[in-house]
C-alpha cells in the first residue's frame, strides 16, 4: 500500500510539470510585458527598467526563465501582487479556506442527494420515480450555475427576504449567532454548487448500481434470504461506489469552474473571485499563482482519488 | 449443395428489406422514441429559425437608445421589455443567439477535428507515440479548464484583437480556447474505438486486400467510429455554450457592447430587483439551448448504439 501511494505520488510529479510547462508556455507566449506598467510610468527611468529587466531574467531564453520561475515557485517565493501590496502566497492563503469550505460543503450536499436518488432510480429502472430523476438531473446539470444563483438570490434574498444577498467575512456578532450569520450566507452558494453537481452525480451512481445489481454475487445475497434493504445496502451500494470515487476525482475541474462563478456571484472572498479580480486589474503574479493553486488542487484531488480507490477496491494490485 | 438453391432470393429478399431499412432511417426510427429527444429537437429548431430570421422581422435595432422606456417590463412594444438604457431586450437576443450559437458549433467542430485526429494517431500507433498522446490527454483533462480559459483570454485578448477586429478577434479566441481544452473525451473515445476496430476482421481484409494504411482508417476504420463523436459533438455543443456564456457572465467574453446571452445577465445582475425580466429571459434561452442539445444527445446516443435493443 505504501508503495503504492509513492508510485502514485510520482506519478503526480510529472503531471505537475506538465501543468506548469502549459501554464508557463502560454505566459511566454503571451504579448505584452509585465512591466508595461513600468514602461508607462514616467516616474521610472528607462535604466531602471532595463536594470528590474536583467535582474528578473526577462532577456534570458524561454527554457532558462521557465527554470527560473520554476525553481521560484517551488522555493515559495510566489511574487508579489501588485494591486493588494501583500505576498502573493499570503494573499491566496487567506482568500483559501473560505473556498475549500463552500466547495467542501456543496461536494457533501450532492453526495447526500446524489447517493440516495441514484441508489433508488437504479434499483427501479425505467420507473416513474427513474425517468422523473433522470429528467430533473438533465435540467440540473443545463442550468447553468450563474442562472441558478440569479435565480436564488431573485427568490431568497429579494422576493422572501430570507437569505442574505452578499457573503460578507466580517459579520459583526459573537457566539453562535456568529455560526448562524455563517451559515445562512453559505447556504444559497453551497446549494447553487450541491445542486449542479448532485445533478451529473446522481447519474453516475445510477449507471455505476445498474452495472453491479445484475451481478451473480447480488443474486446470490437474495437467494440466501435476505432482505432487499440489506441486499442493497450492503452488498450493490458498497460495489458500485468505487466507480463513482474516480467520477468525482474527474469532475474537479468542473467544480472549481462552478466555484469561481459562484464566488463572483455571492462575492464570496475567495480564490476564485480573487482571480477575476487580479484579471480586471492586470495583476499577473496573483493570477499565475491562483491558475497554478487550481491546477495543483486538481491534481491533488485526483491523487486521494486514486489512492482511495486502491484502498477501495482490492482487486487494484498495488504494483 | 441443397442450401445453395434458395441462397439468391433470400439475398434480394434481404436487399429489398435493406433497401426500406437504411441505417438512417433505423436511426431516425429510433431516435424518434425518445419523446423528450423529439420535443427537444422541436423547441432547438424553432429556436435556432427564431435567430437567423427572427432579425428580419424584429427590425428594432440592438443599440437603440430609449430612457423613456428604461427598465420596462414586457409589453407589446418590447415583448423581452428593456434593459437600464432602454433598448430592446428581444432584439439584444436574437443577435447574442447567433454569437452563442456560432461559437458552440465552432468550438465543437475544433475539439471534434482535434480530437479525432489525436485519437486516431494514438489508436493506430503501437510505440512509444500513442503512449506520449494519451499521457498529453490525460495532462489536460486534469488542467482547471475556466482558470486557463480566463487566462488565455486575458493574456491574448488585446493582440487578437488588433488583428482581427474587437469582435472577431475574441470569437477566434474564445473558439480556437474552448475547443482547444474540449478534444479530450474525444480523443479517448476514438482511441479506444480504434484499439478494437483495428483487429477487426474486416479491417484485417482490407489490408490484407493491399490497402494501404491511410485507407484503412478513413475508408474502413473512421466511419465505424463515428457514432461516439457524433454524440460526443452534440454534447460539445451545449457545454461550449455554457463556457461562451459563463466568460461573458464574467465580464470577460466579448466587448461589452456585443449581446451575447451571458453578457445580457451579466448586465442585469445588479438591476435583479427592479428588472427580473432582464435576467430571466437570456437565462432561460442559454438553459433552453442547453437542455434541449444535451436531450438531443441523449436520443442519439439510443439511436446511433446500434448493440441498444429500442
Not at chain 1, 520554476?70 to 510566489?78: E, H, I, S, T, V
Not at chain 2, 482581427?164 to 474564445?174: A, D, K, R, S, W
Not at chain 2, 483495428?198 to 476504420?221: N, Y
Request: hydrophobic content about 55%.
Amino acid at each position: 500500500m505504501g508503495n503504492y501511494i509513492i508510485r502514485r505520488l510520482l506519478i503526480a510529479v510529472p503531471s505537475l510539470l506538465g501543468i506548469s510547462v502549459v501554464l508557463f508556455c502560454v505566459l511566454a507566449l503571451a504579448p505584452g510585458d509585465p512591466f508595461e506598467e513600468l514602461a508607462t510610468n514616467p516616474n521610472v527611468p528607462a535604466e531602471v527598467r532595463m536594470a528590474l529587466r536583467q535582474k528578473f531574467g526577462l532577456d534570458d531564453p524561454v527554457f532558462v526563465r521557465y527554470f527560473h520561475w520554476l525553481g521560484a515557485m517551488a522555493q515559495g517565493d510566489w511574487g508579489f501582487s501588485f494591486v493588494s501590496r501583500i505576498d502573493v502566497d499570503k494573499l491566496i492563503l487567506q482568500r483559501l479556506p473560505v473556498t475549500l469550505f463552500v466547495i467542501g460543503s456543496s461536494q457533501i450536499l450532492a453526495l447526500l442527494i446524489a447517493i440516495p436518488v441514484g441508489v433508488y432510480a437504479a434499483t427501479r429502472p425505467y420507473s416513474i420515480f427513474d425517468q422523473i430523476a433522470n429528467t430533473l438531473a438533465f435540467i440540473g446539470f443545463s442550468l447553468p450555475t450563474f442562472f441558478t444563483g440569479l435565480l436564488f438570490i431573485l427568490l431568497f434574498s429579494i422576493k422572501l427576504d430570507w437569505l442574505p444577498m452578499v457573503y460578507r467575512s466580517d459579520v459583526a456578532a459573537t457566539g453562535w449567532k456568529w455560526y448562524w450569520e455563517h451559515l445562512r450566507q453559505a447556504i444559497m452558494p453551497i446549494c447553487v454548487l450541491g445542486f449542479f453537481q448532485a445533478a451529473s452525480m446522481t447519474r453516475y451512481v445510477r449507471s455505476a448500481v445498474l452495472d453491479v445489481i445484475r451481478l451473480d454475487y447480488v443474486t446470490t445475497a437474495r437467494a440466501k434470504g435476505l432482505g432487499e434493504k440489506k441486499v442493497i445496502v450492503k452488498h450493490v451500494v458498497r460495489n458500485a461506489l468505487i466507480p463513482v470515487v474516480t467520477l468525482v476525482a474527474l469532475q474537479m475541474p468542473a467544480i472549481f469552474g462552478g466555484a469561481i462563478v459562484t464566488e463572483q456571484i455571492f462575492r464570496i472572498p475567495g480564490i476564485g473571485s480573487l482571480l477575476i479580480s487580479s484579471i480586471l486589474a492586470n495583476d499577473t503574479p496573483v493570477i499565475m499563482a491562483v491558475t497554478f493553486v487550481f491546477a495543483c488542487l486538481v491534481v491533488f484531488f485526483n491523487l486521494i482519488a486514486d489512492v482511495l480507490y486502491g484502498w477501495l477496491d482490492p482487486r487494484i494490485t498495488y504494483r | 449443395m441443397a442450401g445453395s438453391t434458395p441462397a439468391s432470393p433470400t439475398v434480394d429478399a434481404g436487399a429489398a428489406s435493406a433497401a426500406r431499412y437504411s441505417p438512417g432511417l433505423e436511426a431516425w426510427r429510433r431516435f424518434r422514441k425518445h419523446k423528450l429527444a423529439v420535443v427537444s429537437a422541436g423547441i432547438l429548431l424553432v429556436m435556432i429559425l427564431a435567430i437567423l430570421l427572427g432579425p428580419f422581422f424584429w427590425r428594432v435595432p440592438i443599440n437603440e437608445i430609449d430612457f423613456s422606456a428604461r427598465l420596462a417590463g414586457p409589453s407589446w412594444k418590447h415583448p423581452f421589455g428593456t434593459d437600464d438604457l432602454g433598448q430592446d431586450i428581444l432584439a439584444r437576443m436574437l443577435y447574442g443567439g447567433r454569437i452563442s450559437l456560432a461559437v458552440g458549433l465552432a468550438a465543437m467542430l475544433v475539439a471534434i477535428v482535434v480530437g479525432t485526429i489525436i485519437g486516431a494517431i494514438a489508436g493506430m500507433s503501437r510505440g512509444w507515440l500513442g503512449m506520449a498522446l494519451m499521457w498529453l490527454t490525460d495532462l489536460f483533462l486534469s488542467l482547471p479548464q475556466l482558470p486557463l480559459l480566463l487566462l488565455v483570454i486575458y493574456l491574448f485578448r488585446d493582440s487578437l484583437k488588433a488583428v482581427f477586429g474587437p469582435e472577431g478577434g475574441v470569437f477566434i479566441l474564445i473558439v480556437l480556447v474552448i475547443g482547444g481544452l474540449r478534444w479530450m473525451p474525444v480523443a479517448r473515445l476514438v482511441r479506444a474505438q480504434f484499439l478494437s476496430l483495428r483487429e477487426k476482421e474486416f479491417v484485417e481484409a482490407a489490408r490484407a486486400l493491399g490497402a494501404s494504411r491511410r485507407r484503412q482508417v478513413v475508408r474502413h476504420i473512421l466511419p465505424n467510429a463515428l457514432g461516439p463523436v457524433i454524440i460526443a459533438g452534440t454534447i460539445d455543443v451545449a457545454a461550449a455554450i455554457l463556457a461562451e456564456s459563463t466568460l461573458s457572465f464574467l465580464g470577460l467574453g466579448f466587448p461589452p457592447d456585443i449581446p451575447t446571452w451571458g453578457r445580457l445577465l451579466f448586465d442585469s445582475k445588479d438591476y435583479l430587483d427592479i428588472a427580473a425580466h432582464w435576467a430571466l429571459f437570456p437565462g432561460m434561452a442559454i438553459f433552453l439551448a442547453v437542455v434541449t442539445i444535451n436531450f438531443i444527445g441523449d436520443g442519439l446516443r439510443d439511436a446511433l448504439d446500434a448493440r441498444r435493443v429500442l
